[in-house]
């Protein structure tokens, strides 16, 4: 479902929570999420530099744990199109955390090596994240605090960028890239291209990475 939260028109029309339990009970079963930044560090849903109004993304998610599920029990994908700002998409990260908790379908901590994918059969009653997050500098991990259960995800052994099953960023978190590590002079450097996956996760968040730079935040169906 494309702009899930529009009522009507795409420049004028009203965004709504409404309209997003309006499409689950129609059978729907992946819904986007258009995220920006709001005030007092609370991100809101709407369509960007229109005139559309703008509505909870912390309502929106709360409707959908609460409904998402009325017409069935096969796994709901929230799709992010991701405008925050740094410190609003690691409070993206902390409502879907704190939300949906053990709803959330999420990669094992040592990946998919050797093991079979999820099927969605298993994985009812879960929801599933997908985003695209662009290149940001290193400040989640210093958002992030020592006993956070933001995992360190093991380096994939095809490089980094490529997809795949249980395919990771070939850095932790908590660590520059080597791309943006200064140089001898103390200057950063950066030669990564516009397509690359973020290197840094908002708490909660952990995915596989994909050739279009989106990553999946829970699991990958077989």
């Not at 932790?172 to 200057?187: F, I, K, T, Y």
């Not at 708490?203 to 699991?219: A, E, M, N, R």
Request: proline residues 7%.
């Amino acid at each position: 479902s494309h702009n899930t939260y529009l009522e009507d028109a795409q420049i004028v029309g009203t965004a709504s929570v409404d309209q997003y339990l309006h499409v689950i009970r129609s059978g729907c079963r992946c819904v986007e999420i258009d995220c920006w930044d709001g005030p007092n560090l609370e991100p809101v849903v709407t369509h960007g530099f229109t005139m559309t109004n703008k509505i909870s993304f912390e309502e929106v998610v709360c409707a959908l744990r609460d409904h998402g599920f009325d017409n069935s029990p096969f796994p709901l994908i929230l799709s992010l199109e991701m405008h925050c700002s740094e410190d609003q998409i690691v409070r993206v990260g902390q409502i879907l955390d704190s939300t949906f908790g053990d709803m959330l379908l999420r990669h094992p901590s040592d990946g998919h090596f050797g093991e079979p994918l999820t099927s969605p059969d298993d994985a009812r009653k879960k929801v599933i994240v997908k985003a695209k997050l662009q290149h940001h500098s290193n400040s989640f991990s210093r958002k992030v605090s020592p006993d956070s259960d933001v995992a360190h995800e093991p380096t994939s052994p095809r490089g980094h960028g490529e997809s795949g099953p249980g395919l990771w960023p070939s850095h932790e978190l908590g660590q520059e890239p080597a791309s943006r590590q200064g140089d001898a002079s103390g200057q950063t450097q950066d030669s990564s291209s516009d397509d690359e996956i973020a290197e840094d996760r908002p708490p909660g968040l952990h995915g596989s990475s994909s050739t279009d730079g989106s990553i999946v935040l829970g699991g990958a169906f077989s």
